[in-house]
């Protein structure tokens, strides 16, 4: 006799528990259970799967239907992966989406991948009784793991895109966990609830909007990505006030973060591969031998006192490149040398941030004056006279679309 999908969702989600676990990225018991009982089938009952290759335009994709049989071991095995699930394109309504191949348009929401979730939940340090803000929550997997941590009534997510705000919050409604989603500009928080324990943004910020700060409570903690043009190296901040109300800022360098509000526009190394493949550029002697890439402090800095660069993390060689000047840097073939294209001399910039990253004592996680005497938002080594410091870029704001 087949097993009904609760006994195999069950099974699926303690495997997802287990590899989390063995992996060392999950740690909590408190998460741990929220992940073996709320119901990602739930949340996630369809998902797209890209089916044309990198640079294609426009792009081919599958919807898998999670209700239709034969889409569905292979919508299990996708939302109980470590994937990034994608759900909806060019903010479309998501209340009868066609099953099967589709052409054209772009992602405009999406759950973050499981570890990134396990992580940013778990640096929460999320407990019962807590009120908790989730900003851009998307389909609500990490605001229900979250509910299911804190208690019902206490979890509350501030969503941007109207479909995707009914869409979860029906979803959200099934699994019973007291979670709300209301439609807003996440920049804005949620005052009618405020002050929170816990404040976790999923999208990605140039700096920190100041009424997130104002709703945090004594004790709280909010966490949030920044975010500069390149998406090669994002900043985890962690900001925490005191009982005593003093709001203290930290900010780390990560392999991974969550990506920009909508409308924010990356650099792209994509459309230079070929170019550079053909010409990597001129060979020329370097003493800095490519910086590994757990350096997440020395890449953070480079991110902002080298903009304007992105890595092509395909590439064989650490490869560098700044598009809008149509210049690179290609690293090897061996530690001495490196070749060089184009008007801007991108290695050199990373000898000089190198160089200064060293003399500042080589940090892996800076200080932030979220209100400095300018008004805007500092960002400092605290490593002495030669400190690596610099000025996040004032917020982005994107226009909101229209329907």
């Known amino acids: 006799m087949a097993l009904d999908l609760h006994t195999v969702t069950s099974g699926q989600r303690a495997g997802m528990v287990d590899r989390l676990t063995a992996d060392g990225v999950l740690t909590d018991a408190l998460l741990r259970n929220a992940l073996l009982h709320v119901r990602r089938e739930v949340l996630l009952p369809h998902a797209y799967v890209r089916v044309s290759g990198p640079g294609a335009d426009p792009i081919d994709w599958r919807l898998l239907d999670g209700s239709h049989p034969d889409d569905r071991q292979e919508w299990l095995e996708l939302i109980h992966s470590d994937d990034s699930i994608l759900l909806q394109r060019d903010g479309e309504p998501l209340d009868a989406l066609p099953r099967g191949p589709v052409t054209g348009g772009h992602m405009t929401s999406m759950s973050t991948y499981t570890p990134a979730t396990v992580e940013a939940l778990q640096a929460m340090e999320l407990g019962p009784g807590q009120r908790y803000l989730e900003l851009g929550p998307g389909p609500g997997v990490s605001l229900a793991l979250a509910a299911a941590v804190t208690g019902p009534g206490l979890a509350t997510g501030v969503e941007r895109d ?47 909007p100041e009424p997130w700060v104002e709703q945090l409570a004594a004790g709280g903690r909010l966490l949030t990505t ?95 490149v700044a598009p809008e000047d149509d210049s690179w840097a290609v690293a090897g073939p061996d530690n001495g040398t490196v070749r060089v294209h184009g008007s801007r001399d991108v290695w050199a910039e990373l000898e000089d941030v190198h160089a200064r990253w060293k003399q500042a004592g080589q940090p892996e996680q800076y200080r932030v004056d979220l209100r400095d005497s300018s008004g805007g938002q500092h960002v400092t080594s605290r490593a002495g006279p030669k400190a690596l410091a610099w000025a996040l870029p004032p917020l982005a704001v994107v226009p909101r679309q229209v329907p």
Do not use: C
């Not at 973060?257 to 990597?280: E, F, Q, T, V």
């Not at 003493?287 to 395909?314: K, S």
């Open 226 to 320: 920044l975010v500069t043009r390149t998406p090669s190296w994002p900043g985890q901040l962690l900001v925490s006030r005191t009982p005593a109300g003093t709001v203290q800022a930290v900010l780390r360098g990560r392999p991974r973060g969550y990506r920009p509000m909508l409308g924010y526009r990356w650099l792209s190394a994509l459309d230079h591969r070929a170019r550079i493949k053909a010409n990597p550029g001129r060979p020329r002697p370097t003493r800095l031998t490519p910086p590994p890439d757990d350096a997440y402090g020395f890449w953070l800095a480079a991110a902002y006192l080298a903009p304007g660069l992105v890595r092509d993390f395909q590439s064989e060689t650490m490869t560098l």
């Open 162 to 208: 109207g479909h995707m705000t009914a869409f979860a919050q029906r979803n959200l409604d099934r699994l019973s966990l007291g979670a709300a989603v209301v439609e807003g500009d996440a920049l804005e928080g949620h005052k009618a609830r405020a002050p929170y324990d816990r404040i976790h943004s999923g999208i990605g910020v140039t700096s920190v």
